[in-house]
């Protein structure tokens, strides 16, 4: 059979929403395009050379017709703008509650591990219906993390985190790529996203044994690096306890004065690869940094411990 699908399928809550904006600027552009095409075809034959036609008429100017021309294709340029720019900000902010999963990069795979600690590789296993949250980063160069089923793409960068969610809304398998040419085996850095019914997928996670979850694998880490010694009550090093920290506003002594930040996971990461970047107000600047001494996906264990305690209350 004749099979020539235009677009990949529509398997989000984003995508036919990114289509629909899509399909405007084509249908905008395409009405555009054949105006002016027609418009040139009609004078090139009209005022062709030989015809027999007037051609005394000073030229005229017409300041409506001007402001027309420049009136409409400006209004839906405008069209474009604030509706791309509202989808952006839909796409951008994951839902609160949205499944946590995190996302390594390196040339050339991905490494994926669900926060209840089963991992996998160039396999996305994710439930039906329910928002999920990527934190991603990258080893090495920069990648690019794109499900066209679900119409979202993201980079991925070394150093740094970047986030992606979606919520996928048919069961089945679509196509993972990396859309960044990341070197040599770029173009087979990929995998496949599964989507999956919530039991299937419980049923799934379950399989990867009992083994500890990424919060708990990051506790055992904080114990390994000696962060406890200083976090958890320390009689020789003044450090903050960081029970409750997560997802909290932190003051920051900066100088004489003190600012805010978010304690988000960048924050969080920064803290302990650039801990003098960014010094908590009333403590000394006595932590070592940790760069080069933990890989990424421990950090985001580690991560993931300190997000899990972020109810709890902090000890005095
Ligand atoms: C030698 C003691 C010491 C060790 C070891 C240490 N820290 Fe720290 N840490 C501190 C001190 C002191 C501060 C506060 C000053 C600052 O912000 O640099 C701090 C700040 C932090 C903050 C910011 C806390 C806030 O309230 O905003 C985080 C997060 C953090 N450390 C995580 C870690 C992790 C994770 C490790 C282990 C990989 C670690 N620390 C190891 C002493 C330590
Ligand atoms: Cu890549």
Known sequence: ??????????????????DL????????????????????LY?????????????????AQSLLLETTWMGIPFVFGMIMFFWGAALFYVDYEAPPGALDVSVVAKQWMWYIQHSQGRAEINELHVPLGQPVKLTMTSQDVIHSFYIPAFRVKQDVLPGRYTSLWFEPTKVGRYHLFCAEYCGTNHSA???????MEPADYERWLAEGGTGPSMAQEGEKLFVQHHCAGCHRGSQTVHAPRLEGVFGKSVPI????????????????????????SQVVAGFEPLMPSFEGQISEPD??????????IAGEETPQ
Not at 5 to 17: G, K, W
Not at 44 to 59: F, K, M, W
Not at 258 to 269: E, G, L, S
Not at 299 to 308: H, M
Request: no cysteine; hydrophobic share 45%.
């Open 21 to 40: 904006l899509y399909f405007f600027q084509v249908g905008v552009s395409l009405f555009f395009s054949v105006l002016i095409f027609a418009t040139i």
């Open 43 to 59: 004078f090139t034959y009209h005022y062709r050379e030989g015809s027999n036609i007037d051609r005394s008429r000073p030229i």
């Open 253 to 276: 002594q900066e100088g004489k004065d003190v600012h805010f930040v978010t304690a988000d996971v960048t924050y969080i990461r920064d803290s302990i690869l650039r801990p003098k």
């Open 189 to 195: 850095m990929g995998g496949w996203v599964e989507v």
């Open 299 to 308: 950090l985001l264990r580690i991560i993931a411990y300190i997000k899990s």
């Open 1 to 18: 059979m004749w099979n020539f699908p235009l677009l990949p399928e529509q398997a989000s809550t984003v995508a036919p929403h990114v």
